[in-house]
């Protein structure tokens, strides 16, 4: 029953992304196409930070190996950067690989600060390598469909649609329950059979390739790409955990949940109380990680608990 | 050919060697019981069955392959499955998914595994507990579930780490049935244990060992009242005494 | 030759320097085993104090060191009891989850300092600023050898500290086995809060030393915070020398870097040396240098 009531609102949550956008002004469709963007992203780390437990500062990395994908093929042959969508996330998935096999003989914190390293090495890489990547001065690119939103919208929602699909798929699967227990308890998992570095590559391939694609998505909606905001430290890697930490890491839905927060929230402090909007986000951002460290929807049983536990308390009183 | 032939295994932590020439065999579906004071390597033992710590010299054999280079998982995959001294629940899954994670190294669906992790949570009489969380179970209980996880691997060897220390008299009782209940289904069993009456009770052969060497070996009763394995538990003083 | 001279000798002084930003971050992560990546954020705040102290006092950034100092010190201290050491020992699924707080911390506090003195680059100058010193064909900045004389006095004060007082012996207890230390009678709460006031207190110490060599701005601390990683891996956490050594090495690799290879690529060796000791030698020079 309760599993039937679910399925009834996915659906229409669904029919709603479908529906409602081409009644909606240029800005909101804009903002929409941003969350589609920042729930790939946020699934995309989620797989191997949330699930696998291994916490990278780093996945601007596989975002702006994403979008360079496309730019790449566009600035030497002049190929349509759609090509991107396919060639991005491969790059994104054919650096991550040697990177995890280097990266994931290292526990905890030491993981992390590899991956914030590789992330300004591969920063400071291309934007000197002039030849190969245009360097600092970025790649521009037509847009196929000039100041038209909903197209780019559309597929933004394949794209988070898709990642979710891969999430939802990982979870009810071995690769799910193995990637869980080695955040768990890496030792126990070996002695259950569980070979936990090749498994950490396996997180690491579709956790790559779905930031990647939502890179890809960038490079062609925004159609200029720079090193600086592609590879940004603060401005997509951090914030992609960030995005996870506010919904809840580890599930489906917290990622899709703190990505859409994230995204919208970000965009309407911006246009409402502009220049500290950044301020109070990250007053909020201080706040979840105090008092809801497992995010809205890992907090959320702890929340309900508390909310009843009041609502009897003054229920008896009355 | 013993089922499990343990041939002078050394091992060194630094200038401690915590396993010293250790050589035994245990044959097959037997209950072969691990003694010795604390620090006396037999958690050290374990950890060079399963490679979790390579020997430095001897060799382990399990159905006449050497274990000699092969991973921890790998050696789970052949047969060998472990708990450990000090629990290492998977903490945040259920106790369902705990096993269903062990139940995967030989079924692949999502179902099968399924399936396969409740008929092990039956085995071991945890089904009432199954949607808890892991890290919420009492003690007794999550010995239980890493006993219940390793079977869900099928093993055919399963090394129990102290399984009754911390446990109550009537949990240690629970926990003799269980493992007396493994034997039967065909599984041999190595077991380390601190707890006498436990370890007298289930073990066909005992091995004493202390400062990594062994000190006696034999059945329980042989062991229970050998002069070096007194001295070795209650100091030279009590042993004179005697 | 005296291209080799100038680059080495701007190589040491500019490491002095890291060393003492650095040296903040090795204490605290020694203590608390946890990265701070409020580390750089705090500096800057110390520096943000020192203009201001400079600007409305008419105090010498060199003068204005043991206020500022102590301000972040309370500042620091305070953090970590309020907010940072409430989530210790908390079961998150993303295990880092201090890590996480210190990195939303250091957002929060740039930006309350962005909405305060603007995105603006500040300079100030006061004496001794610009002023060269000349030997044998090399030029030395003179901020930069007082800089590198303070940090090293203050890299040494600390050893001394943590080598010789009550005080200092429970903090390395505290960093060695908080357990154990607790177990002895140690406050290791309050230890871990005066650490990482401490911490803080010095890193902003690294900060006033650059005042009167760069310009100021509030995301300033990036590069630094960087530098500060990668010379406590380099070092060893928790160890004194360790960053004193990482320090003047990453000072040199970058130095010699900038001067042979190129200046954009000064930075990227001091992270590929960070990427080879994370790798290859875990735990640092402190493996090396024992202490």
Not at chain 3, 77 to 82: D, N, V
Request: net charge neutral; aromatic share 10%; glycine share 12%.
């Amino acid at each position: 029953m309760e599993k039937k009531r679910q399925w009834l609102i996915l659906a229409m949550l669904g029919i709603l992304c479908i529906v409602v956008p081409p009644f909606m002004g240029t800005y909101a469709v804009h903002v929409l196409i941003l969350v589609m963007m920042w729930i790939t992203m946020a699934l995309g780390w989620d797989i191997l930070g949330g699930k696998t437990g291994q916490i990278s500062f780093g996945h601007a990395i596989f975002f702006g190996l994403g979008a360079y994908g496309g730019g790449l093929l566009f600035l030497h042959w002049n190929i349509t950067p759609w090509w991107g969508m396919a060639a991005g996330p491969v790059l994104a998935i054919i650096v991550g690989i040697p990177i995890g096999l280097v990266c994931f003989r290292l526990r905890g914190p030491y993981f992390a600060l590899a991956m914030l390293a590789l992330n300004e090495i591969i920063a400071i890489v291309f934007t000197n390598l002039d030849t190969l990547t245009n360097g600092a001065t970025g790649i521009d690119c037509a847009r196929t469909w000039g100041a038209e939103k909903l197209p780019y919208y559309y597929i933004a929602l394949v794209i988070a649609a898709f990642a979710i699909f891969v999430t939802y798929r990982i979870q009810n699967s071995k690769y799910g329950y193995y990637f869980v227990s080695i955040r768990e308890d890496q030792d126990a998992a070996e002695a259950l059979g569980i070979p936990t570095t090749r498994y950490k590559i396996y997180a690491m391939i579709p956790s790559a390739g779905i930031t990647g694609l939502a890179g890809a998505l960038y490079m062609n909606y925004i159609s200029s790409i720079y090193p600086e905001t592609v590879f940004a430290l603060e401005a997509i890697s951090i914030f992609m955990i960030l995005a996870v930490l506010i919904g809840g890491a580890g599930s489906l839905w917290g990622p899709v949940l703190g990505g859409a927060i994230f995204a919208g929230l970000d965009e309407i402090l911006r246009a409402t109380i502009g220049p500290i909007s950044f301020l109070v986000f990250a007053v909020i951002a201080v706040l979840i990680i105090m008092f809801m460290p497992d995010g809205i929807i890992g907090s959320w049983p702890k929340v309900r608990a508390y909310l009843r536990r009041r609502k009897l308390t003054t229920g008896s009183e009355g | 050919m013993a089922y499990l032939d343990i041939n002078g295994v050394v091992r060194k932590f630094g200038g401690l060697t915590a396993v010293n020439g250790i050589t035994l065999a245990i044959e097959k579906g037997a209950i072969f019981g691990l003694i010795g004071p604390n620090g006396s390597g037999k958690t050290t033992l374990f950890n060079c069955i399963n490679n979790y710590y390579p020997p430095h010299s001897g060799d382990i054999v399990f159905k006449g392959k050497s274990l000699k280079g092969i991973s921890s998982h790998e050696i789970c995959k052949l047969g060998i499955g472990r708990t450990f001294q000090i629990v290492k629940p998977l903490r945040r899954m259920t106790v369902l998914d705990n096993v269903m994670s062990g139940a995967f190294l030989r079924k692949n669906s999502l179902n099968e595994a399924r399936d396969k992790a409740l008929e092990s949570l039956d085995f071991c009489e945890l089904t009432h507990r199954k949607d808890m969380l892991a890290k919420d179970l009492p003690i007794a209980d999550k010995k239980r579930m890493e006993i219940s996880r390793s079977l869900a691997t099928e093993p055919e060897l399963l090394l129990l780490d102290e399984t009754a220390a911390g446990l109550n008299p009537r949990e240690i009782d629970g926990a003799m049935k269980l493992i007396r209940k493994i034997q039967d289904t065909g599984i041999t069993c190595l077991v380390v244990e601190h707890v006498m009456k436990f370890v007298m009770g289930i073990s066909d052969r005992i091995m004493c060992i202390n400062f990594g060497r062994e000190i006696a070996k034999g059945k329980p009763e042989e062991i229970a009242n050998h002069p070096e394995v007194i001295k070795a538990y209650l100091g030279e003083e009590y042993a004179k005494g005697q | 030759m005296a291209l080799f001279g100038q680059t080495f000798i701007t190589g040491v002084l500019m490491g002095g320097i890291y060393a003492i930003i650095a040296i903040g971050m090795t204490l605290v992560m020694g203590v608390m085993k946890i990265i701070n990546l409020a580390h750089g954020a705090l500096m800057m705040v110390g520096m943000y104090i020192c203009l201001v102290l400079f600007e409305h006092a008419g105090l010498h950034p060199y003068v204005a060191l043991i206020p500022t100092m102590i301000a972040l010190f309370i500042i620091g201290y305070l953090l970590q009891k309020y907010s940072i050491g409430r989530v210790s020992g908390v079961e998150t699924i993303i295990p880092e989850s201090q890590v996480l707080l210190t990195l939303a911390l250091g957002l929060a506090i740039t930006e309350v300092i962005r909405v305060i003195f603007t995105s603006n680059y500040q300079i100030i100058h006061p004496a001794l600023t610009g002023e060269y010193w000349h030997l044998a064909g090399m030029t030395i900045e003179i901020p930069y050898l007082i800089g590198f004389v303070i940090a090293t006095i203050f890299v040494a004060l600390l050893h001394f500290f943590l080598a010789r007082t009550d005080l200092g012996q429970s903090v390395i207890a505290t960093s060695q086995d908080k357990d154990a230390a607790v177990y002895m009678g140690i406050n290791a709460e309050r230890i871990t809060n005066f650490t990482f006031g401490l911490g803080t207190a010095l890193a902003a110490a690294g900060g006033v030393i650059l005042m009167p060599l760069f310009y100021l701005y509030p995301h300033v601390w990036h590069p630094y915070l960087m530098k500060a990683f990668v010379i406590t891996i380099l070092g060893g956490m928790g160890s004194t020398v360790g960053a004193l050594s990482g320090g003047l090495i990453l000072g040199l690799a970058e130095s010699f870097g900038s001067t042979y290879w190129g200046p954009q690529w000064g930075e990227v060796i001091g992270f590929i040396i960070f990427l080879l000791i994370l790798l290859f030698l875990p735990g640092g020079l402190k493996r090396i240098i024992g202490r």
